[in-house]
């Protein structure tokens, strides 16, 4: 016997009386009237998630807990004894050819980190060259892709303002690298140069971009430089020409988290 519509109704009631049918989105839905509609797309519950996810890594960073372990892709080098802090891939890790490179007259030839800065003066080549204090790479690198941090003594009333702008600070540094003697066969191009203040420590920091050049290899730097009570702190993150694409967010988010510490 042929089932009507009406009969075929009656029968879904009669055994299903609290629907269960599939929403438009594919979800099942129970104790629903007639025309209601309640579902999630996965973009609202990624949003969720995220929002959650930007709380912690905020947290983490703020509470300093990314010295312990990676948040955000980043681990935090701490250095409570010269005063300072920055990120660097959670990947990389100590750079021991970096650290003890005034050991090793080859790689001081190498060596892109911008020289000590003074005061409206050309100076003779520095008696002792200052070694990183910090240095990190990946692991098995040979130091052509790393960041670095150097702390070199100054006078107690130098300042890096005396030279002008931000601009104006990127060429002096080139100027010294181009003057240096291992600098003989470099050509340095500044591309960018921008100012970040600190008013509550009262520390400007000098963010620049630039290319070195040389017969035998092209790569791409940034380094930050600042001075406080008597010290010139310099960050330099290099890295071969090739991999610039690659790593450029990177290296700018280690040049914008470091900054001078106080309460450590």
Known sequence: MATTPAAARHHYQHHHPRGGALSRCGERRVGWRRGE????????EFAALAAVFRRRL?????????????????TRCLDSENGFEFIYPAGWVGDQTLLYRGAKRAEL??????????NGRSPSRPRNISEPVA?????????????????????????????????DVGEVVLRRIAKTKRGADINATLLDAALREDPTNNVKYYRLEF??????????????CCAKD?????????????????????FLAMADSFSLVADV
């Open 37 to 44: 509609v309640r579902c999630s797309s996965p973009a609202q």
């Open 58 to 74: 905020v947290l983490g960073r703020s509470l300093r807990l990314d010295v312990l372990y990676p948040v955000g892709g980043f």
């Open 109 to 118: 030839q190498r060596s892109l980190d911008p020289p000590p800065l003074a």
């Open 135 to 167: 240095a990190f790479g990946p692991p098995g690198s040979s130091g052509e892709l790393n960041v670095s941090v150097i702390v070199s003594p100054v006078p107690q009333d130098f300042s890096i303002e005396a030279f002008g702008g931000p601009k």
């Open 211 to 224: 290319r070195v050049e040389s017969p035998s290899f092209r790569r791409r730097n940034v380094a930050v």
């Open 230 to 250: 008597g010290k010139l702190y310099t960050l330099n993150a290099q890295a071969p020409e090739s991999a610039w694409k690659a790593v450029r967010k990177e």
